[in-house]
């Protein structure tokens, strides 16, 4: 594999990563007002995301930071052309995260409650736009000749930015579920497990179809492949979450996501950003990637450097693994039942 | 406004928004772990109420941070992708491996930090603080180095074998070794300290001054609390102010060499002299930007001595520079689209000189306001003395944003002295073989301006609404001070209670649970 195989994957695993952690964050935060009848309920929702969440950004910051690093060129021509979309994620990222620090600031109910309902919102936006730009640089954008897009400020807001941000909402709100009857006992979690099971086969399908479209344009054996793979994921996720095991339904619905965007990379590659004028406009691999001695630099450093990343990721999940319970909002949090995973 | 001038605003307003939570993040940041080394060290009572106390002030500011600097990642693509396209081979690859190896870890380990109070082993715990402070750190190098290396390119050669040129990098070891990044990091580092210095200060005093007005006990731990924070907050801004002075020297000496421009338009140094004076005070007609029309008060021979380390030799002035620039760089913009409505037009290659001049010693001046106020609260506290005079505490409560707003005009000079160019020309290398990259043609093609002005609008006004309400919460917990709950340990999992032995027993209603409510979650 050349170098620039070799970082497209890496930029592949990066948005990958992002989506499958803060996806989670992403899906706990839009069920606040589904999930969250009480207050105490989402209070211990919220403490489920709370350590992790972060971290989980940091994905996407290092998502961005590759794609621009490894692949100047797909950076410039994507970013300005949904550059509408890429701001309102900024605002929803901004909003989030001052909320969820914030919210703490006072005991007051009326404040707590509405820097909750900034959490949804922020994060709603957030994972639509994200959705949206994925979508859109998988699926095509109106890109001329020099790179640049054609047709105004709205002329990205197509039918595949809508597919992506569909797709990257129900999988993470599902995900969210998932995660919330893995980390949590007591009533919110067979609530939060039936209603994962009523939603799996619907919030499947935008991301489905998003994986089959993507490899109908350019699709190969082995995404063929994946593809299969992340349409029967679906099925186990459902019979898992049936059964009552909820720890293989959450890797089941994981992989949903690994398979579908295995196939949905894999099948665009070498074409990072698909011109839906016309395919010579495509912005490729090849042309839009730094040179070789600055991947060559960065492989290095990554190869050092992400390994002692995931350890220590790893690691903050392994603190905070244990499940955790309802308690009435003003008491003593730190001395919670805790209950072994 | 055409989209370059709406893209030059908005790069402006969020950066500098961005760099007023920035150096608090670092400097306090640096300190609270201090206190809590000592805590855990000492297991004195004080100790652990300052590290909660500050540590959530730091908190606070933390997340503003943190949810701006996102902005600053996806903005060279947004607005300014001609710009990324040209320097990608060497910016973009810095920026990454500052969210590999500087952001994760400063992120993780301050979830760690937050919510590890109780759940982990003590001195996990504040390795773990630690960890997210080497973060912040090394995330400030890197940032730190990409800036430079824009004001000074080094590593790179110019790549014109695609038909366009491209900067290509070729020593990533000088990237990050670059003498300006070294010069700018140690400056913003110790500037940071004289932020959080100065909060210290500042807080502390008016808490003293309360305290003692109400008739409290100097007994208390609370009074130490204070008193601490106060000596030493005085200490770090008085010892970070000299190593301030010293950076920034070197920094100007580099400028000289680097960007003469610039620093000769920090002086409205209009003529080449020898030897040069140091202007003072400038007044008629800065703001005409016609260099001659200025005239200032001026102490003789001080800038050859700060540019040069002599009292003798000669100082590039403005119209001189102007006029090698344009031999160098051409009189006007290529004829070319990629310029803009700037095509064809002439290039002014002198800075906005009443915000080069005024922001340099804006700067200078709030740096040593800082410092001035540091050594008054020292005196006033000294021998546990505690101060009441209200212009004394009052006036260190103002002078708690000193720091701040020389911190911004120090990054406002910097940035809009090196226009027109947003990579400005290495003098190092031979003419033919600059890399280099004007303002005009680096904002994005085929964006409109609507666009970029809603960008900015939207951006403006969330930022505004966060400062005020940023700026309420921390005012309400620094008046609410320690004692609303942060006066019992949390108990530890490596033995919490040993600490206890402070100088006040356990009161009833500062039971952990508010504690860690307020604190995390």
Not at chain 1, 189 to 210: D, G, I, K, Q
């Amino acid at each position: 594999m050349d170098l620039q195989t070799l970082w497209f994957v890496a930029v592949a695993v990066l948005w990958t990563g992002f989506l499958l952690l803060e996806g989670f964050d992403f899906g706990v935060a839009a069920l606040l007002p589904v999930l969250g009848r009480k207050p105490a309920d989402r209070h211990l929702m919220l403490r489920t995301i709370g350590p992790l969440w972060d971290g989980n950004e940091v994905w996407l910051v290092t998502a961005v930071g590759a794609t621009f690093a490894a692949f100047p060129g797909w950076y410039a021509t994507w970013l300005p052309a949904m550059y509408l979309p890429f701001v309102l994620v900024l605002v929803g990222l901004i909003v989030r995260a001052v909320a969820f620090e914030w919210r703490h600031s006072s005991h007051d109910e009326r404040w707590d409650a509405t820097w909750t309902r900034v959490i949804t919102t922020g994060s709603l936006i957030a994972s639509a736009g994200l959705g949206a730009a994925l979508g859109a640089t998988t699926l095509g954008l109106p890109i001329g000749a020099d790179g640049v897009r054609v047709g105004g400020a709205f002329s990205g807001w197509s039918w595949p930015a809508l597919l992506g941000a569909v797709a990257v909402l129900a999988w993470s709100t599902v995900h969210g579920a998932v995660f919330l009857s893995l980390k949590t006992d007591g009533e919110l979690r067979h609530r939060a497990r039936a209603f994962a099971l009523r939603l799996v086969p619907v919030a499947a399908l935008p991301v489905l179809a998003w994986a089959a479209l993507v490899w109908l344009r350019s699709g190969t054996v082995v995404t063929a492949v994946t593809l299969l793979v992340a349409a029967g994921a679906v099925v186990v996720t459902w019979a898992r979450l049936a059964a009552g095991r909820e720890g293989q339904a959450f890797t089941a619905w994981a992989m949903v996501l690994l398979a579908s965007m295995a196939t949905v990379f894999g099948s665009a590659f070498p074409v990072v950003l698909p011109s839906t004028i016309d395919p010579a406009f495509d912005v490729l691999v090849s042309t839009a990637s730094v040179s070789d001695y600055t991947l060559t630099v960065m492989t290095w450093v990554a190869a050092f450097g992400l390994p002692v990343v995931l350890g220590y990721q790893a690691w903050t999940y392994w603190v905070f693994r244990q499940r955790l319970v309802a308690e009435p909002v003003h008491e003593e949090p730190a001395d919670e039942e805790e209950v072994p995973a | 406004m055409d989209v370059l001038e709406i893209a030059r605003w908005q790069f402006g307003i969020t950066t500098v928004y961005h760099f007023l939570m920035v150096p608090l993040t670092i400097g306090l940041g640096l300190l609270v772990a201090v206190m809590h080394t000592m805590w855990v060290r000492t297991g004195k009572a004080e100790w652990l109420r300052m590290t909660r106390f500050w540590g959530r002030i730091y908190l606070i500011n933390f997340v503003l941070g943190v949810a701006t600097g996102l902005v600053q990642e996806f903005q060279f693509g947004l607005a300014w992708s001609s710009y990324s396209r040209f320097v990608g081979d060497v910016f973009g690859s810095v920026l990454a491996l500052e969210a590999l190896l500087a952001f994760f870890l400063e992120s993780t380990f301050l979830g760690l930090w937050i919510f590890g109070w109780g759940r982990i082993p003590k001195k996990l715990h504040l390795a773990s603080l630690w960890a997210a402070v080497v973060g912040s750190v090394i995330s400030a190098y890197f940032i730190i180095a990409a800036n430079s290396w824009m004001q000074h390119p080094v590593g790179v050669v110019l790549d014109t074998s695609s038909g366009e040129p491209r900067a290509r990098q070729v020593d990533f070891l000088a990237v990050l070794t670059n003498n300006t990044a070294l010069a700018a990091f140690s400056h913003a580092i110790v500037a940071s300290l004289m932020v959080a210095g100065g909060l210290l200060v500042g807080i502390g005093l008016w808490h003293l001054r309360k305290r003692a007005l109400a008739g409290r006990s100097t007994e208390e731990v609370d009074h130490q609390v204070w008193r601490r924070s106060v000596r030493v907050g005085g200490y770090v801004s008085l010892a970070a102010f000299a190593l301030v002075a010293l950076t920034g020297d070197w920094q100007g000496k580099l400028m000289y060499q680097q960007q003469p421009l610039k620093m000769s338009s920090a002086e409205a140094l209009c003529e080449t002299e020898a030897p040069a004076s140091f202007s003072i005070f400038a007044f008629n007609k800065l703001g005409s930007n016609e260099c001659d029309d200025v005239h200032s008060f001026t102490v003789p021979y001080i800038l050859s001595f700060l540019a040069h380390s002599d009292f003798s030799s000669p100082v590039p002035g403005v119209n001189d520079l102007q006029e090698q620039y344009a031999e160098a760089y051409g009189a006007t913009y290529p004829d070319d689209p990629s310029f803009g409505d700037k095509a064809g037009e002439p290039i002014d290659y002198t800075p906005v000189l009443a915000v080069t001049y005024w922001g340099f010693r804006l700067m200078i001046g709030m740096g040593a306001v800082s410092a001035g106020v540091a050594a008054y609260a020292l005196w006033a506290t000294r021998r546990g003395r505690v101060p009441t005079s209200t212009v004394g505490v009052y006036g260190s409560l103002l002078a708690v944003g000193a720091p701040f707003v020389g911190n911004a005009a120090g990054w406002i000079f910097t940035e809009m002295g090196r226009q027109p160019f947003v990579v400005y020309p290495n003098p190092d290398v031979p003419r033919a073989d600059q890399v280099y990259f004007f303002t005009a043609q680096a904002v994005s093609p085929g964006i409109s301006a609507a666009e970029v002005w809603t960008s900015l609008i939207s951006l403006g006004v969330l930022y505004g609404v966060l400062a005020v309400i940023e700026f309420g919460l921390i005012v309400r917990f620094a008046r609410a001070g320690v004692t609303e709950g942060d006066t019992t340990p949390t108990p530890g999992i490596g033995g919490g209670s040993s600490h206890r032995d402070g100088d006040e027993p356990p009161r009833a209603d500062d039971d952990a649970s508010d504690d860690v409510l307020q604190f995390a979650y």
